[in-house]
């Protein structure tokens, strides 16, 4: 069988293509986690500690508040891992930080308070669109700074 040398070369380019890699598989888009059920029972449950760790605080009963807010932690860093958590979840993450900040400052430790009480300043801050529940937490957040630097000497 006498092959031409352009039935040639077509048949060695289909034989390099088929060699090469496979084409890459379409990615599925990502999932926004604040459209799942977890975040929206992890957004209430997280409410749920950061009330009952302010109770314990404030009836005195440090222990058990700081038990709430070490094991509430991990709940709100997942809560933190989408790229835009919900208000609820914001809401319920800057409670904790601000709980554990005033458990932070009853303490004597007013520079690690201010950091926590800084992030919140961030978030409320720089949160869209901004209402008149952000506005209050914002100055909040504000006059627990104002609390710290008081003790702090600044």
């Not at 800057?94 to 919140?120: C, I, P, T, W």
Request: charged share 20%; aromatic share 6%; proline share 6%.
């Amino acid at each position: 069988m006498n092959c031409s040398p352009t039935v040639l070369l077509l048949a060695a380019a289909l034989l390099l293509a088929a060699c090469g890699p496979p084409a890459p598989a379409a990615k599925a888009p990502k999932v926004d986690p604040t459209t799942e059920a977890w975040y929206a029972q992890s957004t209430e449950k997280l409410t749920g500690m950061d009330r009952a760790a302010e109770q314990y605080f404030q009836a005195g009963r440090s222990q058990e508040a700081a038990s709430i807010i070490t094991s509430a932690q991990s709940l709100q860093t997942r809560l933190l891992s989408a790229p835009r958590p919900t208000l609820a979840a914001m809401e319920a993450i800057a409670d904790l930080d601000r709980v554990y900040g005033k458990m932070l400052v009853s303490n004597g430790y007013f520079g690690e308070a201010r950091l926590l009480f800084q992030k919140n300043i961030t978030r409320w801050r720089t949160w869209k669109p901004q209402t008149p529940e952000t506005e209050r937490r914002l100055q909040e957040a504000n006059a627990d700074i104002a609390e710290c630097d008081k003790h702090m000497g600044g």
